[in-house]
């Protein structure tokens, strides 16, 4: 079948969504080519949002299956083209998935250009489902993962734990490459992740269901990226690099067979890397780690991350005793937030700041599927946007019973100009 992924765009164009092509839609690339289709992928964060565009596209291409991937903040815009899609060629098949879709799948299954829906990893379900609509295939009601609208809306069981190493390695080439500012550098190595943070919806899509690949596999992508698109840098995009530091010790050893070294960032919680690790890190490549910090208020930090401060100045400490660049990510405000303690988060930054660590602040952002959201009104929270397109984590996203919009607005404008942060709308 002849079938075109694409990558909803966010409404304000950013250097974050051009960074590299939308890896879920790359696996499911692969999945589907070596399923006999024929796959092409547009990815409207790089060619811009242009309707008049993609309905030339469709009338001259005549696809029989179109999937759209969209996150919360994409999902206005990836139901716009699905729309133009359906008022150009009606009989094209259409078939949301990522993180929005996983969230709320009767939502989206409720848009009347949207014909199917998939929940959490589509590689499988991708391919069960156009074998099925080209009648070689299993039933709807058997393609984990499915949601369609006959004869009513239903949404099929999620698929059992999937293990990557059976995944064919993503087709990044389907996306036009040249226009990324880092098309080869992000990968995606380790499980999702198990802690169940408030605030943070990556827990909510994946519900822990994604394995760890094997360090064997992670390093013949490693070598391939290296021979074939010469890449020295890279970047694991997993949640918790160190989840499993056994993990982490066995990669680092495989990868002392590359060709030539990797020099390598990854993201995770300062409470999970320790003097040794970090050592064993940086003498196999480790340039740069990301810690979630979130607050520097002890208080709020005991019940929305579980992590001591001086946890986070030791972890800070051992990495850039090591060589290895830090950047400490937090947000504000959290539900219990008073003005003294965000106060408290813009000290903290600067405690952070003079242990040589980089700094990164946004709005708290209650996407759909967290606890934030879920349990908005008992937690004293208004949530501001009228519009899936506002939830940016760029601009004052909650009220909280404590703090208006304005306050709220203020307190961190002031962290970001006494620290010289950049502002983080590009
Ligand atoms: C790495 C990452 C990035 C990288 C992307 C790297 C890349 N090029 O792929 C960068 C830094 C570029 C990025 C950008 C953004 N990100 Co981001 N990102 C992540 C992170 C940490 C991992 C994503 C990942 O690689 N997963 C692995 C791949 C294989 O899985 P996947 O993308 O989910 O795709 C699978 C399924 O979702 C599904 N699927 C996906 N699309 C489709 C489509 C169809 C048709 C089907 C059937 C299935 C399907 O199948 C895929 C394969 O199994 C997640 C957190 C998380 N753990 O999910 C946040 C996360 C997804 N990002 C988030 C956000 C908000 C953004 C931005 C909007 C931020 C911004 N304002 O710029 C942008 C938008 C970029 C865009 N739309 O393209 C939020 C989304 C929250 C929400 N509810 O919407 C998350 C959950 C982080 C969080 N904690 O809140 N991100």
Redesign the pocket.
Known sequence: MKIL?I????TVS?H??R???????A??ASALMAAGHRVSALDL?VSGLNHSRIAGIIEREHHDIV???A????ITNGLAVAQTIKSVAPETII??????P??LPFEVLGEDAVDYI?V????R??VELASALRGDGPELADIAGLGYTMPEAHVNERRPLLHPDDLLPPARGIFPIEFYEEPYN?L?ATG??PYRCPF???SA??EGRRNARSTRSVVEELQSLQRNDGVDYVFF?D?IFTLDKTWVYELLEEMKYLDFPMKWGCATRADLVDSNLLHAMAAGGCQGIQYGVESGSQQILDTVKHIKKERVLAAVDAAVAEGIEIACSFMAPFPDDTLETIAETGKFMRELADARANLILNYTCP???TFFWDHAEELGLTILPTTWAE???KHVVMETRNLSAAQIQSAVETIARDLGLRKTIE
């Open positions: 992924l990558n909803a765009p966010v950013n974050h969504a960074l590299s092509p939308p890896l879920g839609l696996y499911i964060n999937g759209v991937s996150m919360t903040e994409t078939v949301m998935g990522g993180v929005h996983t969230i998939v959490g990893d589509g590689e379900a991708m992000v995606t999702s992740c943070c919806s990556a899509v994946w995009s949640d996407f759909p599927g939830y940016d984590a």
